[in-house]
């Protein structure tokens, strides 16, 4: 599956931005888990969100907890990720990646080739 994630932007800390993250031609979420994932430079890859498409679940790390939603629209086809009240650490390339659950691909070592090519986030202070 290709996606694609956009949305990303300069922000100034403490402000909002959402991204979004669509599939190829026809296809859908259901029956999957959604992620969005960052990389900054020099730091490890992490895992921001994650979404449990059927049952709603979502599950963010303490780093974003309260300030990013992970959401999804049916009709559109598309997988959100709010992001609010930016920090500085919040800067780098977002995206997305699908699998089957959500507490695989939020495991540290979890890699993927179902994800798209990412949208940079940049917070300045």
């Known amino acids: 599956v290709q996606l694609q994630a956009s949305g990303g932007g300069l922000v100034e800390a403490g402000g909002s931005l959402s991204l979004s993250c669509i599939g190829s031609?026809?296809?859908?979420?259901?029956?999957?888990?959604v992620s969005w994932f960052r990389q900054a430079p020099g730091k490890e890859r992490e895992a921001v969100a994650c979404l449990s498409v059927d049952d709603g679940h979502t599950y963010y790390p303490d780093s974003v907890k309260g300030r990013f939603t992970i959401s999804h629209d049916i009709a559109e086809k598309t997988v959100y990720l709010q992001m609010n009240s930016l920090k500085l650490e919040d800067t780098g390339n977002y995206y997305c990646?699908?699998?089957?659950?959500?507490?695989?691909?939020?495991?540290?070592?979890?890699?993927?080739?179902?994800r798209g090519k990412g949208t940079q986030v940049t917070v300045s202070s």
């Open positions: 990646a699908v699998d089957y659950f959500c507490r695989t691909m939020m495991k540290p070592n979890y890699t993927t080739d179902n």
């Open positions: 031609s026809g296809f859908t979420f259901e029956a999957l888990a």
